[in-house]
């Protein structure tokens, strides 16, 4: 059989304060294609659906259209666990529609579906944590464990250090895999999905900690020992969890933030069969409006650079060296030229040291100028000392 592994699409993420919605309903038009181009016959959203607990209506009316057209009436299994950024009453609220079409969404650990058969596949046995398939004959034993956290485990993690709880929680991760991994079989596909932070794994600025303190994180020898393939969601990076098993996060699917802008976003497609090493294929998506960062040498090469790029469909943050506080008329320039422009930051250039000052022997219109390029590394402008002075006056004839 052949699945496909996807997580972390994080539908209503923002990109400070700016929709993404136009991209992720782009990736997720395209994404269904894929998906039909290379028949899949089971789709893995491994968490992070949502990008918060609250989605927006737009988010949610996006999700249960993908997920119907996914699912077609029944032809496809799609199965859906949540993330630490899912409410998991929220996201399982569609079950009694959504198993009517063979989708299946997990909310909280432990949580199970219903024995049905579709036009495509069976669920021959439905357990907690655990769900037996039949894909034309192809027998599939799928264990899900929804992100574990200590609420929604309904259990308290021991330990009076960070490193102990860490220990306490890990084992527990793996006391639930060891048990449930019980219900592999030899002449079945057995495969895994989990939403967790493995211990050595890369993150990114996007990702929001899923504890404080790392308490959280999960040892790589309390994953699934014996599952063919683990498929993971919670890091937006594409990376294997472990060199000695099958246990990869397949990433998010856009550029949320400006240190994922370095490598491709993907998807892995997976073909296995009973007691066989899978056939892991990664797939590229489009870079739908990709995040670019510009470090200039001075305003005159930014607007440049605005002007160079006005007619492209980017995110862009600057970083402009400059003698002086850029002015207002300047970044309403380079917004004229240039859309969707995130951050300007300027970067004064300055050999200005801080020398002390004897306030008695100062002007009032001295000890601003001292004091502004203190902190700002410039001489204030004409019509800012100007403000500046006339306050004062006022101040004076009060």
């Known amino acids: 059989m052949k699945f496909i592994h996807t997580s972390d699409w994080h539908l209503g993420k923002t990109l400070e304060g700016n929709s993404r919605l136009r991209e992720q309903e782009m990736f997720l038009n395209d994404f269904v294609t894929v998906v039909e181009e290379n028949n899949i016959d089971m789709v893995i959203i491994a968490g992070d659906i949502y990008d918060t607990s609250n989605p927006p209506a737009a988010a949610e009316k996006l999700f249960y259209k993908t997920?119907?057209?996914l699912s077609d009436n029944g032809r496809r299994c799609v199965v859906v666990i949540s993330g630490n950024h899912d409410n998991p009453e929220r996201l399982s609220?569609?079950?009694?529609?959504?198993?009517e079409m063979g989708i299946l969404v997990f909310g909280y650990p432990l949580s199970k579906t219903n024995v049905a058969k579709y036009s495509g596949f069976e669920i021959t046995e439905a357990l907690e944590g655990c769900t037996k398939l039949n894909f034309n004959g192809e027998k599939v034993t799928l264990?899900?464990?929804?992100?574990?956290?200590?609420?929604?485990?309904?259990?308290?993690?021991?330990?009076?250090?960070?490193?102990?709880?860490?220990?306490?929680?890990s084992q527990k991760v793996g006391d639930i895999f060891r048990k449930l991994e019980e219900n592999f079989e030899e002449d079945s596909v057995n495969i895994a999905?989990?939403?967790?932070?493995?211990?050595?794994?890369?993150?990114?600025?996007?990702?929001?900690?899923?504890?404080?303190?790392?308490?959280?994180l999960v040892q790589k020898n309390d994953l699934p020992q014996n599952s063919q393939y683990t498929?993971?969601?919670?890091?937006?990076?594409?990376?294997?969890?472990?060199?000695?098993?099958?246990?990869?996060?397949?990433?998010?699917?856009?550029?949320?933030?400006?240190?994922?802008?370095?490598?491709?976003?993907?998807?892995?497609?997976?073909?296995?069969?009973?007691?066989a090493e899978?056939?892991?294929?990664?797939?590229?998506?489009?870079?739908?409006?990709?995040?670019?960062?510009?470090?200039?040498?001075?305003?005159?090469?930014?607007?440049?650079i605005c002007e160079e790029n006005k007619e492209k469909d980017i995110w862009s943050y600057f970083e402009i060296t400059t003698e002086?506080?850029?002015?207002?008329?300047?970044?309403?320039?380079?917004?004229?030229?240039?859309?969707?422009i995130i951050e300007i930051k300027p970067i004064i250039n300055s050999n200005y040291e801080y020398e002390h000052i004897d306030m008695r022997e100062k002007t009032m219109k001295e000890l601003f100028i001292e004091y502004y390029k203190f902190?700002?590394?410039?001489?204030?402008?004409?019509?800012?000392?100007d403000l500046f002075l006339h306050i004062v006056e006022e101040e004076g004839d009060e």
């Open 93 to 99: 609220a569609i079950t009694p529609l959504a198993e």
């Open 278 to 304: 899978p056939i892991i294929e990664d797939i590229y998506f489009k870079n739908y409006k990709p995040i670019e960062v510009f470090k200039c040498k001075g305003i005159e090469e930014a607007l440049n």
């Open 375 to 385: 902190r700002n590394k410039v001489e204030p402008k004409g019509e800012l000392l």
């Open 324 to 340: 002086e506080v850029i002015s207002q008329n300047d970044i309403k320039a380079m917004k004229s030229l240039l859309n969707d």
């Open 231 to 275: 498929a993971l969601g919670h890091l937006h990076k594409p990376q294997k969890a472990s060199e000695r098993l099958n246990a990869y996060y397949s990433g998010s699917p856009l550029q949320y933030s400006k240190s994922e802008r370095l490598y491709a976003k993907g998807a892995k497609i997976v073909e296995v069969h009973p007691e």
């Open 67 to 69: 997920v119907c057209k």
């Open 143 to 169: 264990l899900t464990l929804p992100y574990p956290s200590e609420k929604r485990l309904n259990e308290v993690i021991k330990g009076d250090t960070e490193r102990e709880k860490q220990v306490s929680y």
């Open 193 to 216: 999905v989990s939403h967790l932070f493995v211990v050595g794994g890369e993150s990114t600025d996007s990702e929001r900690p899923i504890e404080l303190g790392g308490s959280l």
